[in-house]
Structures are given as structure tokens and as C-alpha cells.
């Protein structure tokens, strides 16, 4: 038994080192297949194709001593023509399409640096580069003033911000580049103030705001505007016309969380106080005891828009009988004899066995109305019917025995050893459906969410 298993040791340690040294040879051997082909591209003075295939030799194998050599000649060859493309476009006084030149010979550089590779730029070039670098600062500054001037604003901020890209400390070229891009945006905040538009005037100055906090009164204006345009919402108690008590309470709770979150900045909810005060002026005004514009002065003092009403309709939960199923399974079990070498073994047997397999489901359906009612106008801005339902089902097994070595059968009564594993999984899985307050707290969870999203729209539509 012993040299059984330290043969087998050998042979797995052999086979491990077999595999690795594949790997080798195949990450080696493609490394030197481009090296080849590198070679050929060179004698052809395909330069830029050989230097691609260097830089795939060296990437496979960073120690391929051929394609570290190869990479060196072609990759300073082709970093050579970038440069002279550099020189070209400088004495042709293209000073841009110098720049970009440049540019790309030093990402191309710093690429084959990544390899251990380093490529040589003189510094006659780069003494060079600065000074046209520096002329063309020059001109580009020149013309985002011109345009600045102009009130080009769009075509100013492009120059400007080339200018900071090549240099982030260039004069004044970051406080102007802040006055191109807030300019129109504060021009067009008070366009939209003058039009009572206070979401794209808040908009407009909040990206004024953003760039540059200290842009004229941009900061003031835009909280001005938020405050104008503020969607106040008054909750009227939820009714309940489902036959699960409470119902109303645990929506308007979750509808209060949801509108609570809400990242429309013009939207609140009016605080329990000011609700039932508002409520109460409704209520007098609808039986006619006082003036049915008092509702709408209450609403407007206490910062309310609008009253958003909700009835569940009906709430269903439905609970599934606990199914039992008796399936057949086998159960391994060992039993000793003695072999013709006189040794005592064991062997695997099987008997029928009966285990018990249960199923049960349960749902939950939740219908509700709600309604948006215009404290200014008294008109129901909307009315919706939201549904919405969620399930759970659950699938379990018990078995009396050994579940350790059971086995399910298949129709025909064979065993069935690919499903194991599911039985197994079923043999230790929870018995317990998910709970109906669960269930129930999700569905609501989702129409509050949904009919944030309702109220979220039409504050959009009637704060422009």
C-alpha cells in the first residue's frame, strides 16, 4: 500500500512538472515565433510592424533576449520618425501639429519604457519642444481672449482649456477659463428667472456654482430660486379598504421614507404639524363650514403645494398547503467480507429507502389608488392605480436516516447519483416560507418607491 501511493506521488509531481514546463515552452515558444517574424518585417524595412512584433515577443517574455534587442532598434526607429515628424511640422511653423507630435513620441516612449526598454530623446529635441510649446501657449491664450471678448464663450473655453492641459499654472488662464464656462450658464439662469422657470434657473446656476463658487451672486440667486420653486407635499391620512388592518399605516410610513429620499432637490414634505393643520382646513372646507379658499392660504403659509392621498385597495396574501411527497432513494450502507487474499474489506451496498419531500408557496398582491389634489388650484393633478405582488416558494426534504448516503431515485425507480447534490441541498435547507410581514413590507416598500417616482415626475412637470 505504502509504494502505491508513493508511485502515485511520483507520478503527480510528474505530471505537474510536465504541465509547467508546457506552459513554458508555449508562452516561450510564441514569444520567439514573433521574434521571428519581427526579424523578417526588419529585412523588409517594415520597421513599425517589426517594432509591434518586438513589443508582443517582450510582452510574452520579458527575457527574450533577441526581442529585447529588436525592440531596441526598431522601437528607437520608429520614435526617431515621430520625432522627425516633430521637426517637420516645427520648421513649417504648424506649431499645434508639432505639439502633437511630440506628444505622441513621448506616450510611445514611455510605452516601450514599460518593458524595461529605454528609448532616447535628445535634448536639443526637447529644448526644442519647450520653446515651441511655449509659442503656441502664446497663440492659443491669444485667441481664447479674442473669443472671450467676443463672447464666443463655447470656442473660448476650448482654448482655454488647451492652454491649461499643456500647463495648469499658465497666467490667468484658470479663472478665465471659469468666467467662459459660467457666463452663459449665469445668463441663462436669469433668462429662466425672469420666466419664473426656477428648475432650469437653479440648474444653471448650480453648475456656475460647481466651477466656481464665488461667481458673482450665482450662489444667491440659486438658493433664491430652489426656495421659489419649492413643491411642498401635504399627506392626508391613507385610508384602508383591504380587509388587513393597518394597512394604511404601513404605507403612508414607507411613502413618507421614500419621498423622504428623494434627490429632487425642489420637492420636501411638509412636517406632521403643518400636514394635520393643512388637513384640517381641507376637511372644514369640503363640509362648507369655512371658505374653501382657506385650505389653499393654509397650504401656501405652511410651504404646501399640494395633498397626496392614498387607499389600499386590497391587500392579498395567500398561503399554499404544505405538500408532503413520499419519494423512493437509496441508502449506502457497508458490509464486511474477506477477499482471496484473506483480508478483511468492505463493500457498498444499497436498500430502498422512503424520505419525505415538502412544498409549500405563498403570495402577496397589494393594490393601491392614489391621488395628487393642487392646493392652489384644488384640481387632482393625478390618479393612478398601482399593483403590485411578489411570491415565495420554498422546497425541502427530511429523511430519518443517514443523509450522508442517500441517494434519489428516478422515475423508473433507478438510482439517480447526478441528483445528489440537490438532494442534499434540500435535506439541510430552511423549512420556514418567508414571512408574511416580510413579504408584505417589500410589496409596500415598492409602491412607495413607485409613487415616489409618480410625484417626483409631475413635480417636474409643474416646477419647470
Known amino acids: 500500500m505504502e509504494l502505491h501511493h508513493r508511485t502515485h506521488y511520483c507520478r503527480f509531481w510528474i505530471f505537474a512538472l510536465a504541465l509547467s514546463a508546457l506552459v513554458n515552452f508555449t508562452g516561450c515558444s510564441g514569444s520567439k515565433a514573433f521574434v521571428?517574424?519581427?526579424?523578417?518585417?526588419?529585412?523588409?524595412?517594415?520597421?513599425?510592424?517589426?517594432?509591434?512584433?518586438?513589443?508582443?515577443?517582450?510582452?510574452?517574455?520579458?527575457?527574450?533576449?533577441?526581442?529585447?534587442?529588436g525592440?531596441?532598434?526598431?522601437?528607437?526607429?520608429?520614435?526617431?520618425?515621430?520625432?522627425?515628424?516633430f521637426d517637420q511640422e516645427r520648421l513649417a511653423g504648424n506649431r499645434a501639429s508639432a505639439v502633437s507630435s511630440y506628444e505622441t513620441a513621448k506616450a510611445y516612449q514611455a510605452k516601450v519604457e514599460r518593458l524595461g526598454i529605454g528609448l532616447l530623446i535628445l535634448s536639443d529635441t526637447e529644448a526644442a519642444y519647450n520653446r515651441v510649446k511655449n509659442d503656441h501657449l502664446e497663440e492659443v491664450y491669444e485667441d481664447a481672449l479674442t473669443h472671450l471678448e467676443a463672447e464666443e464663450f463655447r470656442?473660448?473655453?476650448?482654448?482655454?482649456?488647451?492652454?491649461?492641459?499643456?500647463?495648469?499654472?499658465?497666467?490667468?488662464?484658470?479663472?478665465?477659463?471659469d468666467v467662459a464656462f459660467c457666463e452663459p450658464l449665469y445668463r441663462n439662469g436669469l433668462v429662466a428667472t425672469e420666466a419664473e422657470h426656477w428648475r432650469s434657473a437653479y440648474a444653471d446656476f448650480n453648475a456656475c456654482v460647481s466651477r466656481d463658487a464665488n461667481f458673482k451672486d450665482a450662489k444667491m440667486l440659486r438658493d433664491e430660486c430652489l426656495e421659489k420653486g419649492q413643491f411642498g407635499i401635504a399627506l392626508v391620512n391613507f385610508e384602508n379598504g383591504s380587509s388587513r388592518t393597518g394597512m394604511e399605516n404601513k404605507l403612508k410610513s414607507f411613502v413618507e421614507q421614500a419621498l423622504g429620499n428623494s434627490q429632487d432637490p425642489f420637492l420636501h414634505l411638509v412636517d406632521r404639524e403643518n400636514q394635520d393643520l393643512i388637513l384640517k382646513e381641507q376637511q372644514m372646507s369640503l363640509s362648507g363650514v369655512i371658505d374653501g379658499n382657506s385650505a389653499v392660504e393654509v397650504g401656501g403659509l405652511m410651504g404646501a403645494k399640494a395633498l397626496l392621498k392614498a387607499t389600499v385597495v386590497s391587500c392579498d396574501v395567500t398561503t399554499s398547503a404544505l405538500q408532503r411527497l413520499d419519494m423512493l432513494g437509496f441508502e449506502g450502507y457497508k458490509v464486511a467480507k474477506v477477499n482471496e487474499d484473506g483480508k478483511k474489506v468492505y463493500e457498498t451496498k444499497y436498500r430502498n429507502v422512503k424520505y419525505q419531500k415538502y412544498r409549500q408557496s405563498r403570495s402577496v398582491k397589494v393594490t393601491v389608488q392614489l391621488a395628487l389634489?393642487?392646493?392652489?388650484?384644488?384640481?387632482?393633478?393625478?390618479?393612478?392605480?398601482i399593483k403590485r405582488e411578489r411570491s415565495s416558494s420554498n422546497e425541502y426534504a427530511r429523511y430519518g436516516g443517514d443523509h450522508k448516503n442517500i441517494y434519489p431515485a428516478r422515475s423508473n425507480g433507478s438510482m439517480w447519483r447526478l441528483g445528489r447534490r440537490d438532494l442534499m441541498d434540500q435535506l439541510v435547507s430552511n423549512s420556514s416560507l418567508t414571512s408574511e410581514t416580510t413579504m408584505l413590507d417589500a410589496t409596500v416598500q415598492e409602491i412607495a418607491s413607485v409613487m415616489r417616482s409618480r410625484v417626483e415626475s409631475e413635480a417636474k412637470r409643474l416646477v419647470q
Open 36 to 69: 521571428k517574424r519581427g526579424l523578417k518585417m526588419e529585412e523588409a524595412g517594415m520597421m513599425r510592424q517589426a517594432a509591434n512584433f518586438y513589443f508582443t515577443a517582450v510582452s510574452r517574455d520579458p527575457y527574450n533576449t533577441e526581442g529585447l534587442a
Open 71 to 85: 525592440m531596441q532598434r526598431a522601437g528607437q526607429w520608429v520614435l526617431n520618425e515621430h520625432l522627425a515628424r
Open 155 to 177: 470656442e473660448s473655453l476650448q482654448d482655454f482649456d488647451e492652454v491649461l492641459r499643456l500647463n495648469a499654472d499658465y497666467k490667468d488662464a484658470r479663472s478665465l477659463a
Open 373 to 385: 389634489i393642487s392646493l392652489e388650484t384644488g384640481k387632482t393633478e393625478m390618479s393612478e392605480i
